[in-house]
């Protein structure tokens, strides 16, 4: 049996976990306002570009990979405490148009759950 778990950002969030990921890990940022986010999907490859557009009306892309975007993800949902097992597999996909952090992970279904008896806690009401 597998579980799947998915985390769906905003363009506005995905933006602030990349800025963040990049300030955390001490990358230059370009200047400019975004005004725009995009994501290019390629038979299994994902590129973000957050279009920007400085002082002087000139527009830039910034571009963003799929592992740079999943690890920037991931760091977002940490710092908010959205808890993330890290046993999920984890990957990027694009779903209705917005960034996706799909988790998943194989539950082993041989053996029957253990369930907890009245000594351990289960079942205490106060």
């Given at each position: 049996m597998r579980e799947l778990r998915c985390i769906i950002l905003s363009n506005q969030e995905f933006v602030s976990a990349i800025i963040e990921f990049k300030r955390k890990s001490r990358l230059s940022l370009p200047i400019g306002t975004v005004s725009g986010v995009d994501f290019v999907v390629t038979g299994d490859t994902i590129i973000s570009k957050i279009k920007l557009t400085n002082d002087y009306n000139e527009t830039s892309e910034m571009l963003i990979d799929a592992?740079?975007?999943?690890?920037a993800v991931v760091n977002y949902c940490l710092e908010r405490k959205v808890p993330i097992a890290r046993t999920y597999t984890k990957k990027i996909e694009v779903i209705d148009g917005q960034l996706t952090l799909v988790m998943t992970m194989t539950v082993d279904t041989s053996?029957?759950?253990?369930?907890?008896?009245?000594?351990?806690?289960?079942?205490r009401q106060k």
């Open positions: 592992t740079e975007a999943a690890a053996k029957p759950m253990k369930h907890q008896s009245a000594k351990e806690g289960a079942g």
